[in-house]
T-cell receptor, first 114, second 114 residues
């Protein structure tokens, strides 16, 4: 069975600084996708970034980038130039095969200090 | 275009009652997935529907059921409510049944069972 592990329950970063959130996963599938979702206090789940497993190049979206290490089954999220609006719960998620089923990690609560 | 809508947004029910939650996907989306979010268990997959057919089901008791209509709207039903069913129920819609298509989440229905 596939699993997703986030070992950092809470993280804190100063505004304008850089922070990295960690995620590891386990799967025997060869075709899969990895995601980082953000859930602010409003509880609205928002997709931050997505990585296709077959792509070696790390995905980037503006201030957000990932470090995808396929052999190590590691998928970390780097947030550069942190802003107050980045404060939220961040979930790492996995999806494999012909399904939209997402397997979520336990989340990392990110606080941004002004 | 309009996002995913969920109704009602908040619900209070008594133990033993049943409840029906509704999810209207983004226009054109044929895939709808449901998730339960609790502080203790985190985000757990309930079911996934595509073109009115249940394609995938999570590890939940038979009290949890769902369906999808021809217009892609989906409902989930929980019978004989238990205190542990108190949770945020999220639905997500996508154009296709594949991780390559982004899933969009609704704002959730907060169910409280007393």
């Amino acid at each position: 069975a596939q699993t997703v592990t986030q070992s950092q329950p809470e993280m804190s970063v100063q505004e304008a600084e850089t922070v990295t959130l960690s995620c590891t996963y386990d799967t025997s599938e060869s075709d899969y996708y990895l995601f980082w979702y953000k859930q602010p206090p409003s509880r609205q789940m928002i997709l931050v970034i997505r990585q296709e497993a077959y792509k070696q190049q790390n995905a980037t979206e503006n201030r957000f980038s990932v470090n995808f290490q396929k052999a190590a089954k590691s998928f970390s999220l780097k947030i550069s130039d942190s802003q107050l609006g980045d404060a939220a719960m961040y979930f790492c998620a996995y999806s494999g095969g012909a399904t939209n089923k997402l397997i979520f990690g336990t989340g990392t609560l990110l606080a941004v200090q002004p | 275009k309009a996002g995913v809508t969920q109704t009602p947004r908040y619900l209070i029910k008594t133990r033993g009652q049943q409840v029906t939650l509704s999810c209207s996907p983004i226009s054109g989306h044929r895939s709808v997935s449901w998730y339960q979010q609790t502080p203790g268990q985190g985000l757990q997959f309930l079911f996934e529907y595509f073109s009115e057919t249940q394609r995938n089901k999570g590890n939940f008791p038979g009290r949890f059921s769902g369906r999808q209509f021809s217009n892609s709207r989906s409902e989930m039903n929980v019978s004989t409510l238990e205190l542990g069913d108190s949770a945020l129920y999220l639905c997500a819609s996508s154009f296709q049944l594949a991780g390559s298509y982004e899933q969009y989440f609704g704002p959730g229905t907060r169910l409280t069972v007393t």
